[in-house]
């Protein structure tokens, strides 16, 4: 059963950026969304955006010579979320105690858009938002860093 939300990757080829969905069996595989990532291509690899529930989401950058970059946007979603606990497995942090729950922080690279124009400081201000949902957010960093565009005509044809 899909969850309500999206999983797109996102490549730049010639300038140009392109958005395609993905299955929504990967909004609880990082390992598959991963290995579809890395056959992407694209200039600067490819990126990879999941909307869980418009709860979280989780970005990934799969760059060329096979180096990856993971940022979960609330870290207290490994609670309930495996794919938020797969992140954090991958990124070797542990879970929130349950003291830390009341917080929301974001963990993982706060760079992964620097490249692209979205530098941490700007980043964390998105995540910082907490009346944006996580949908909100993916499309605010779509904005900034030029494929809003592509992005929202992916998430309509998801019926999002």
């Known amino acids: 059963m ?10 730049r080829i010639d300038a140009q950026w392109r958005v395609d969905r993905l ?10 969304l991963v290995a579809v990532l890395t056959q992407q291509g694209g200039e600067g690899g490819a990126i990879g955006l999941i909307d869980v529930a418009d709860e979280f989401f ?3 950058r799969a760059l060329p010579g096979g180096s990856l970059r993971l ?6 979603a490994a609670v309930e979320w495996d794919l938020a606990r797969q ?8 879970p ?8 929301i922080w ?40 030029g494929f809003a565009e592509p992005l929202q005509a992916a998430v309509d044809h ?3």
């Open 2 to 11: 899909a969850l309500n939300g999206f999983v797109v990757a996102v490549t």
């Open 23 to 32: 299955p929504d069996g990967l909004q609880a595989d990082l390992a598959g």
């Open 58 to 60: 989780v970005a990934v």
């Open 71 to 76: 940022l979960l946007s609330d870290v207290t």
């Open 87 to 94: 992140v954090l497995d991958r990124l070797g942090e542990d």
């Open 96 to 103: 929130p105690e349950e003291d830390e729950l009341d917080e």
């Open 106 to 145: 974001p963990v993982g690279d706060m760079g992964i858009f620097a490249d692209l124009g979205l530098g941490e400081m700007d980043l964390g201000t998105i995540l910082d938002d907490l009346d944006l949902y996580a949908d909100e957010m993916l499309l605010d960093i779509a904005r900034r860093v």
């Open 158 to 160: 998801t019926g999002h």
